[in-house]
């Protein structure tokens, strides 16, 4: 039962750079999302998807971009990375109304911008 | 939109007692769910307890339980028998139970509350 797989867990990137966040889930979701949370602080909205070929900007998707080519998947992109986004990455899922409406996360992925 | 406060950024308990963490929010909604979760230091984020907003009664679990004040706009999380593994961060979310629209599924969270438990 792997639920909401992350990858990578810690990633040190230099400013410019750009990467991906890898997000897969087993469970059939058609609900999934990003989360940062900052130093301190709660966790924040950067994109979601409601299925596969869907996807809605969040509060903070400025400097991120996501696609939603499969249900299983939900990579994030980070393009040209600041310092501002040194944070810790959520990915989440979620199951629909009839199956328990609950909110599965991943388990975080530590990004530090240098 | 929906905001949710927590005015205690730390809080601290001896083992084996009380104690209550607090969270205030606000929405212009009549449905809605509550969470309390629980960041321990690896930064994984657990599910304590959750409330419907249709729900009268207060939601328990095992030591947990909420004082869920809906028209104060109050929704606290007593720990009882406080445990050294109780020991991390709480976050109060919120999330609209509208089905559909652009807050379906979202959590919105609090600063966070850190919780230290003395033995």
């Known amino acids: 039962n792997a639920g909401v797989t992350q990858t990578p867990k810690f990633r040190i990137l230099k400013i410019g750079q750009s990467m991906t966040l890898q997000c897969t889930q087993d469970?059939?979701?058609?609900?999934m999302y990003w989360y940062r949370q900052d130093p301190g602080m709660g966790l924040k909205l950067i994109y979601y998807?409601?299925?596969?070929?869907?996807?809605d900007k969040g509060e903070v998707p400025n400097g991120y971009n996501v696609s939603r080519s499969t249900t299983e998947d939900f990579p994030l992109r980070l393009e040209l990375a600041a310092p501002s986004q040194t944070s810790v990455y959520f990915c989440?899922?979620?199951?629909?109304?009839?199956?328990?409406?609950?909110?599965?996360f991943g388990e975080g992925s530590w990004l530090t911008v240098v | 939109a929906q905001t949710v406060t927590q005015s205690q950024p730390e809080m601290s308990v001896q083992e084996a007692e009380t104690v209550t963490l607090s969270c205030t929010y606000d929405?212009?909604?009549?449905?809605?769910?509550l969470f309390w979760y629980k960041q321990p230091p690896s930064r994984q984020m657990i599910l304590v307890i959750r409330?419907?907003?249709?729900?009268?009664q207060n939601a328990t679990e095992n030591r947990f339980s909420v004082n869920f004040q809906k028209a104060a706009k109050s929704f606290s999380l007593k720990i009882s028998d406080s445990q050294l593994g109780d020991a991390a961060m709480y976050f109060c979310?919120?999330?609209?139970?509208?089905?559909?629209?652009?807050?379906?599924?979202?959590?919105?969270f609090g600063q966070g509350t850190i919780l230290t438990v003395h033995p």
């Open positions: 989440a899922s979620r199951s629909p109304p009839g199956v328990g409406n609950t909110i599965y």
């Open positions: 469970m059939n979701h058609n609900y």
């Open positions: 998807s409601v299925g596969a070929g869907i996807t």
């Open positions: 929405t212009s909604e009549s449905d809605y769910y």
């Open positions: 409330q419907e907003a249709y729900k009268q």
């Open positions: 979310a919120y999330r609209s139970a509208r089905t559909g629209g652009t807050s379906y599924g979202k959590l919105t």
